[in-house]
């Protein structure tokens, strides 16, 4: 099976932390999206690729599994993987972890749909460049 991912190293910034120096929960959307975008950049699936074929790909669904703690200093990695599907959608599964000891903090899925940009309307059908990236990286 075909396995495309990305490593993402995120340092924890001091305003990403509450009192106790832990991370807000709220924060790993955030280091999910920076995994998603360098993800983008390196296989040529960035936002602007998207909106160039004419669609936008909205969040839907964000799960997060969290079995550890981020602290103010660390750096996690986030590992993106892209999920192939059937469906008109693009599918992630990611892995937090801590750098200096490789500890699993977080796995987490995301679900994006696609969006004509000229109507704002879903498309219940794979978009045709979508069907061209998945084909010319082995899918």
Partial sequence: MKKLCVSKEVAVRFNEVDSLRIVWHGHYVKYLEEAREAFGNDYAIGYCDVENAG???????VDIDYKRQLRYGDIAVVEATYVDSPAAKLIFDYVISRKSNNEIIATARTIQVFLFLNTRELSLNTPDFMLDWKTKNGF
């Fill in 55 to 61: 669609y936008a790909t909205p969040i839907v669904k």
